[in-house]
């Protein structure tokens, strides 16, 4: 039996629900952009904050009702940073580093400007908006299956992660501008003979990005015990870890990514614990050690690659 | 291509390059200059700057003597949620001091330079440093262990006295030293709460604790004192700063269920405090067992909501806090910051407005402004003095020596759940006053 | 003539696309040669195969040493640059941000200033003066003394391809591997350049292997010509028989 | 009377062994194009090294069994706080060893990073070192011969002979501003070398680079043990003018302190580190004075602090991407030639 059954089992599903809701869109983002999003990790945070906002200010608790205003915000941020940010910075023919550094500088910038935010809707409502508490929802069911009983959040994410599946499937594979999107990927150049501009797309692309990772972050929102400004933080470093595993193009990799780590993350570190003693507290050292033995082993495919460099010598 | 002219460039290259280092340091010295000159007299309160200590001249007929107490305090950073508070909690101190003094017959007034170290090490440094060249010998702060560290060195060999309300590192209990903490060690709390848990009827625990200085040390303390009483304590350590914590609740109800543990031990802070508690509702196997809770989340609103109350109702959650129960100064205290200020006291509260006021009367006692000298007085004050803390005597350490203990739980009130204090450490057991669950 | 370059039968595969099929050729010493062929023909995967981008799935690439012939498909790109081949790009890679007479200075290999410790004390001054004055008499010849201390960014785009062609010829080289040298600059300019090919080849007796696209021009400087087609050699032979050729005319006009 | 001095020895301080992190930053990533988010990995590296080194060899050349005695015990720190005045040959024998292995324990950690770097490309540099710094942290925090998450305090400085604080102070700065100026004259010289332009050059286009025979690996690992190796003394310094370290002190927010440091001088101007390093920690200095005066405020000074640098960054790339220094032609004899040349050509 698996050290820490079936909860383990369960946070492992559960994590994995929600690395594809975050990991997904940043793939998505890179591939189509190229540009190495720092401030996605914003998205989600914003995403969790519209759905406290909504909840603390105003108190909805409809989990729809806040996911539908979160992906508004979440598609408008990543809209609103590649129209005055990346697209500017690109036209003038800044380096992908430059790019990333900007995108840091927003990542920063959003970071700070939420826990003003969070500030100032502390002096209005008289709340703690900087550390909130759990969101019990409404309108999610929880599921009775075979004497297990499925949390909200646990219906919630999976729901969200099946729609989104689906969707992008159905989206790419079967719709003109979903192909359109995906010739952009494969090839820039060949994608204006499609006849959708390019602009058009890495925007409609931005939008989605920045919409789903919010989504994601709004149904966080009734999985979490305590949600800060750090929270999508304190977490895109593993969620970057999932996507370089789909080597920050491929979607279906990506999926394998999050099954990957969010398996390492709850039932291997619970197994490593119980059997070996190896200290929970070692849980995100083990993701880094996977993002660097990931990044060496097998460097992204969809970056410009490393050099045309072979260190070993010829027989 | 004559030799002269390319010499002459090559020197004009070498000269820039070692007049350039200098040029910025020069142009660097004078914005400072022009800074310091821009923020002393607001940082002093005074446009014309009295020597601290000395009198402030003979032109007028009678004048005060002027003492200026240092402090520096989290007004931003990772502690600012009590910064903020402690920052009233210092202007309410002073008020008191300077009130009483005079009633007394002193004709001084003391006065506060209150500098922000945004919860850094090095900020904390050179906050000390800027009152030292002041020349204010008595400094109230900094919050954090890992702070008070690192500016040790320098107020030992600068002898300036430094008292801090909240920093617990057991590292930090060094003799004749000049750093001073009105609040007692975490091996006092972890004796506590290892009494606590005993006394409940704990045998095998998990110690579930953050890993950093304060849960390590703590969570050892905590298995030593459990040892001592006859119990076992097998440690866990979680890492911090991370956005959630459900994969290591998981890891520690497969813990408890291999150990066959019968309480949990939780060392936390509020954030990660509130959220452990969260999942932990949620885990069958964690809501079998007993849970023993240390000063950490006290407070916090995570544990006040609906679904923590019912979870702590259960496991009927008891935590320890420094706090002297049913002290009047303190609710007196916490009254005045209240109306005055309006805000309620957090943690440390009441351990900074001791320190204040120790300071303030051991500047006095001293006779001179001079750190050895208010050092050996502030020993002597302390032990003739009771405020909102307690009775405030330092051990050879310079720690406070009886810090007293109290037991809170979450209780169901009408508004809500809320924390209640039901019980207090007395000569070796827990008096519960209380009785918290039915 | 000896040939200083030999390729034997290489292959190579991108995925399932097969980019270079048997390809075998040489390129003879002091030779000017040409290689022609309609675009994706995999002109520039061979070049990127003789310049260590690529190893070969199958074949054999030969330069030629001061020992004789040495094996060099499978080293690394600076190492073939080392043994005397340098190439230009079809998309011209400048050094952006450097200015033109950076870009120039950059290239020369083994300068002494480029060690780190060296770097510190300033003894290589001297090679530093002699390298300048060499590439300012590159500059002069190619009318681009002007733009001597503009950025590359700041160019237009016939000349950042001048520019790309003259770094190459601030190297010590015995085999340049030019990739449409006189794609978009002005019908003279691209004259010029080819003058100076050939006089480069009588004078200092370098060798010169040519990608180009305007053919109009090519043919009148190059003694020997090979076509490409779909990966595979199509034909070869002295220019004028080349374009004449009739596969070569309907594959340039199949092709597009 | 204000003591000016005493405020430029405590803002000096430590604006010296920032400069050197941005000076340091700027030649990895301005000048040679390695975008290293993970600064503060091989700043700890460094002071962690020099703290362990000085507090270990103290308590072992006195005598004491470290085995026993740990310095991260009690015990420990009290005997390093006696023996700190004992000796200044050893103290300073322990400053200049430790500044030289900080040296090479953090360059040689450069160096051999500088293998995954290559492997991965240049997009993904920012990235692989952000979490070598988080891989280092967690572990520092487990390993107990360093304190663990105790970390290590009473760190014998090399001045803690001196009786009066103001001197050792002074004289603390003075070694600080001195190897700022060693850092500065020689990352000065290798800039402005035939050497500062090849790594332009990698900076531009590493696979142009490789195939005008530069040897790219190698020329990043040398950027880096060199970058590393001087991050480390500053990391050196910090932990003796901290006298205290532990794994809390190096977040990545260091880095990106750092970052917005060079991005504001000027990337790839090395003067325009250090204008950056003054004006950002003054900044910080007078919102120390500021923030209380403030009284009560709805937002934290510290969160328009970090949102203005973050803003400052979007709009500086936007705006002004050369910083406030622009980045200048890499001065070496070749520029006098060529002022010759042109003269030469005007007039003929």
Redesign the interface.
Known sequence: ML???P??IV?FL??FFFYLLFSLPLTLSYRNTKV?NFAHSNFITYGMYTAVFLHGLLGNTSLPAAAAAAFLVGGSMALLNNI??FR??ER???S???V???S??????????L??LA??AH?FSR??F?????I?YSDVPELSIAGFTL?QSFVASMLAALGLVVALYLFLEKTRLGRAMRAVSDNPVLAEVSGIPRDTIVNLTWLIAGGVAAVGGAVWTC????I?P??????I?QV?TVS?IGGLVSLLRTGLGALAISFI??VG??AL??YLGV???????LT??T??TI??AS??LG?????????RR?G | MTSPSQAAVKRAFDAKLAAVAIIALVIGIAIGFAAAGAFQPTAGGQAAQPQPGAPAGGQAAQPKKTYTIGFTLPLSGELS?IGKIWEKVVYLAIEDLNREVQAYGFNVEFKAVILDDATSEEKALQNVQTFAQQGIKVVIGPAASSQVKAVKSFVDSNKIVLISPSSTAPTLAIPNDFIFRTVGSDAGQAKVLATLARQEGARKVIVFHR?DEYGNAFAGFFERYFKELGGTAVK????T???????????????VQ?EGADAVVLISF???G??????AA??P?LTKVRWFISEGPHG???LK???VGEFAAKVRLLGTRPLFIANPLYEDFKARLKEKYGVDASVFCDTLYDAVKLAGWAILRAGAYDGEAIRKALVEVAKNYYGPSGWTIFDENGDKANQDYGVWAIVKTPQGYDFKDVGVYERGSIVFLEKPYP | MASILEVNSVSKKFGGVVALEEVTLSVPERGIVGLIGPNGSGKTTLFNVVT????PDKGEVWFRNQGGMERID?????EVFARGIVRTFQVPRLF?NLTVLENLLVTPRNQLGERPLAALRRGWEREERELARRAIELLKRFDLLPYANTRV?ELSAAHIKLVETVRGLMTPARLYLLDEPAAGVEAGVAHRLFSLVRELREREGLTFFIVEHRIEILTRYVDYLYVLHNGKLLAEGKPEEVISDPRVVEAYIGGG | MIDVVGFLVSWLTLLGIYSILALTLNFESGVS?V?N?GKVLFYGVGAYTAAALTVYLVLILNGFDVGRTPPYSVEGIVALGQLAGQNPALNLALFALSLVLAFLAAGLLGYLLS??I???????????L???G??MR??L??FEPVGASKGLMSIPGPFAWVPEPRVRELAFLGVVLALLALTYVVMDRLVNSPLGRTLRAVRED??AA?CLGKH??RLKATVLFIGSGFTGVAGALLAYYLTAVNPGMFVPAVT?NV?AMI?LGGMGNLRGSLVGAVLLTLFDRLLTFLTPQLGIT???PD??R??S??????AL??LR?QGLLPEEPVRTPALEELEVALRGGGSG
């Open positions: 050290p820490g059954y909860y383990s946070n559960h994590y190495i005055a940010v500017p910075l003038r023919g800044a992908p580093s430059l990333m550094i900007a840091m500088g927003l990542w920063i910038m959003y970071n700070y400007l826990y003003m500030d100032v002096f709340k703690n900087v550390s909130y508490s759990k019990a949390s999985f979490s015990g305590t800060t750090q929270s999508g933080d304190a977490m470093l970057f370089f993350e709850n570190i619970a614990n119980t200290p929970t507290s070692f849980r995100p050292f880094f050690a993002l660097l990044l060496i460097p992204p970056a410009a690659g490393g050099l045309p460099y072979r260190f010829r | 949620s890993n866990m350590p979680y890492q700063g991370l956005s959630d914590y459900a994969a290591e609740v998981a890891s520690l109800a497969s813990r291999a509020d954030t990660d509130g959220n452990i508690l969260s999942h949620e885990s196997v916090a609103a995570e909501s609906p679904t | 260590g981008f690529h190893v499978g080293l690394n790109p600076n952006k960014s | 194009g975008t988010f293998y995954p290559l492997r991965v490309g240049p997009a993904f540099v920012g990235f692989t952000l979490s070598s988080e891989l967690i572990f925090q487990h590493e696979v490789l790219v690996p990106f970052w991005i709805v937002i934290s969160y328009v970090w949102f640098v973050g803003l400052l960054i979007v790339l936007l991407p």
